[in-house]
């Protein structure tokens, strides 16, 4: 009779690998990778100076005018409110092409843009006249290199086709640390793959797991975490991502010991 010795050595080392993989650096939950969705209708219209760069790009998710210019570049938009959701729509990528209208640019090239901003309601006007991002409306107020792209500034407003697709990112997840020492506020950035937020904790490197402690969401990119941290001790962010399939990965190489609120941080990995 066969010995089953070797087979169960292998399932061994299996449950042992993956153990490794959940308490160590880099831990990931498998799941498949963000696809593209398919296009919807929408429109697109365009805002703000005319460079396409600044703090008035990134406003209401919390983006700064550094954070635009470094890693979103002019690639951006301030969205209506069904698509901003609540903040959860920042970071998301979108693709755009102009379509049914004399203004499209010929051959209806389109464009990839991540929302950075809300584009807030006018109840004063119309949803066909003047109040473009009046729900239900799924409406892009772009930054104005990625509009003229679509058409040309004549055309002010244009029927668009959207479709949300994997943000594609240089580097790791980026953190900009804020708060004090009772109150932990993370600007969360860079982020690849759906490109936003679900859930976030936090813990003290070197502790384990059942340490974690559950960050809420502050305002767009923002997560709050109402506990006296330290900065002994490096931080290690564990997150999940917003959009379905859910993803979740840890980042322990980001903020080291001796962190101080102010200053952004770089991890290694991303939701690739």
């Not at 100076?49 to 635009?68: E, K, R, T």
């Not at 090239?109 to 004063?124: D, E, F, Q, S």
């Not at 813990?203 to 975490?225: F, H, L």
């Amino acid at each position: 009779m066969a010995s089953r010795a070797p087979a169960i050595v292998v399932v061994a080392a299996l449950i042992m690998a993956a153990a490794h993989l959940a308490s160590g650096s880099g831990y990931y939950q498998a799941a498949a990778p963000f696809t593209t969705s398919d296009w919807q209708d929408g429109s697109a219209t365009f805002y703000g100076d005319d460079s396409g760069l600044g703090a008035d790009f990134g406003g209401a998710c919390g983006y700064g005018a550094n954070d635009i210019q470094s890693l979103y570049s002019t690639s951006t938009a301030a969205l209506s409110t069904p698509l901003f959701a609540s903040g959860s729509g920042c970071g998301q990528c979108y693709e755009l092409r102009c379509v049914n209208s004399r203004w499209c640019n010929p051959g209806s090239p389109a464009v990839v843009v991540t929302g950075t901003n809300l584009c807030p309601p006018n109840w004063n006007l119309p949803s066909d006249n003047g109040g473009w991002c009046n729900p239900p409306r799924q409406h892009f107020d772009m930054a104005p290199p990625s509009f003229l792209i679509l058409a040309p500034r004549v055309a002010g407003i244009v029927p668009v086709q959207f479709r949300r697709v994997p943000c594609q990112r240089s580097g790791g997840i980026r953190f900009y640390v804020q708060g004090n020492y009772y109150w932990l506020l993370l600007y969360v950035m860079n982020v690849g793959g759906s490109g936003d937020v679900g859930d976030l904790a936090v813990k003290r490197a070197g502790e384990p797991d059942c340490s974690y402690m559950p960050a809420s969401r502050n305002w767009g990119i923002t997560y709050q975490v109402f506990a006296a941290l330290g900065n002994a001790k490096g931080l290690v962010v564990r997150m999940t991502c917003y959009s379905s399939p859910r993803k979740t990965i840890v980042v322990d190489d980001a903020i080291p010991a001796w962190w101080s609120t102010g200053l952004s941080y770089q991890g290694s990995n991303n939701f690739y």
